[in-house]
Every structure is written in C-alpha cells, then in structure tokens.
C-alpha cells in the first residue's frame, strides 16, 4: 500500500495567515492527489484533485502543488470557516489511502 | 452534482455482519463516469477507504478488509450497498458511501455503526 504521510498533524493559526500543509507519499502517485475539507461531525468535501485542480464552488485561496512525491495545500488567507481538519488522499493505485489529517484550529 | 444517503441498522452485534445501502438521487448508479465507494472513520481518527464498484458491477476492495466485504450494485433501484462480515469492536466507525472517478466529489452525511452485543 502506499503511504501517505501528512505534516503537520496540527497547527494553530489566526484569521488572515497563509497556512501550508503538506502531504508526503511513500512513492510516485504521479498528480493523482486530492485534498480534503471535514469539518467535526460532517462529511468531507472536495477541495483540490489532481494535485492542483480547484473543485468546482470552492474558494480561490485554497490552491495545490507538487513537487515530485510532495504534496502542499496552501490556503492564501485563512477565515474563520476554514478551520477544521484536512485529509489528502491518493488515488494512483489499490488501495487509495488517505493521510492522517491536519487538524487546523484558531490561535 | 448527485446527492447519496446511507441507511440501514445503528447496531450491530459481534461476529454479525453489517449492511449499508447508499441511495443515488439526482443522477443514476450507471453513471459510467462515477466509481462509487464506501468510507469509514471510527471515532476521533481518519478516513478508510473500504472499497468501489462500478455500475458494471466491478469491485475493487481494500486488502485489509477483501476477505470481509462485499459491495453491490441495484441499478433498478438507484442504490450501491455493503455487507462487512464476521464484525468485532474495531468496525465501529462512521460509514460514508462516495461517488466519484479518481476522487470523492459526492459524500452521503454518513452513518454511526456501533458493533456492541
């Protein structure tokens, strides 16, 4: 199985900060990566696939990028709704996997 | 964008096995531009991915969890479901059907299953 590694596993930040996360995987899933949004008692929803693509309707400020088996969510300008845990996952082989999450909470 | 609800029991006992149904509206199970998927989270941790079908009826499972699981395709009825078999104390998760290609762009809101005698 590949491995998808994430970093941090928290942070803390304030309204307004760029916020980086970033998501390492065990060997080449090319650009087949997607990023997550949950939020505590909800289902996840699609922020980012193919490692750079923005989901239809959501914000500008969240963006992705690669560097060969890193990946990095950056979210330009935090608000106060983005607070909440963030998953990568790959979907480059069986099984797809996720990272263990990022949980984003206010300074 | 297609909208999926999970439903079927809250409580399941040990060894027993438990059943999921997902239901499609606004699009249809034999989309062939869609996998859809089950995924589950136990309390306070992360997200698994269980397995998919295809509205061919082609299943992919996740090797942790082959041996225990079943997933099927009602195309006359707009649904997927899951079975998961010989269950214990570590199944107890939220269970989310999911649609998509090579990622989940539709959830269900998910489902608690606890298995507890």
């Known amino acids: 199985d590949i491995q998808m590694t994430q970093s941090p596993s928290s942070l803390s930040a304030s309204v307004g900060d760029r916020v980086t996360i970033t998501c390492r995987a065990s060997?080449?899933?090319?650009?087949?990566l997607n990023w997550y949004q949950q939020k505590a008692g909800k289902a996840p929803k699609l922020l980012i696939y193919?490692?750079?693509k923005l989901q239809s309707g959501v914000p500008s400020r969240f963006s992705g990028s690669e560097s060969g088996t890193d990946f990095t969510l950056t979210i330009s300008s935090l608000q106060p709704e983005d607070f909440a845990t963030y998953y990568c996952?790959?979907?480059?082989?069986?099984?797809?996997?996720f990272g263990q999450g990022t949980k984003v909470e206010i300074k | 964008q297609v909208q999926l609800q999970e439903s079927g029991p809250g409580l399941v006992k040990p060894s027993q096995t438990l059943s999921l149904t997902c239901t499609v509206s606004?699009?249809?199970?034999?989309?062939?531009?869609?996998?859809w998927s089950w995924v589950r989270q136990p309390a306070g941790k992360g997200l698994e991915w269980i397995g998919r079908?295809?509205?061919?009826?082609?299943?992919n499972y996740n090797p942790s969890l082959k041996s225990r699981v079943t997933i099927s395709v009602d195309t006359s009825k707009n649904q997927f479901s899951l079975k998961l078999s010989s269950v214990t104390a570590a199944d107890t998760a939220v269970y989310y059907c999911?649609?998509?290609?090579?990622?989940?762009?539709?959830w269900g809101q998910g489902t608690l299953v606890t298995v507890s005698s």
């Open positions: 999911a649609g998509g290609w090579t990622y989940f762009n539709s």
């Open positions: 606004g699009g249809s199970v034999s989309n062939n531009s869609y996998f």
């Open positions: 079908i295809y509205t061919t009826g082609s299943t």
């Open positions: 060997q080449s899933i090319t650009s087949y």
């Open positions: 193919d490692a750079s």
């Open positions: 996952q790959h979907s480059y082989n069986i099984p797809w996997t």
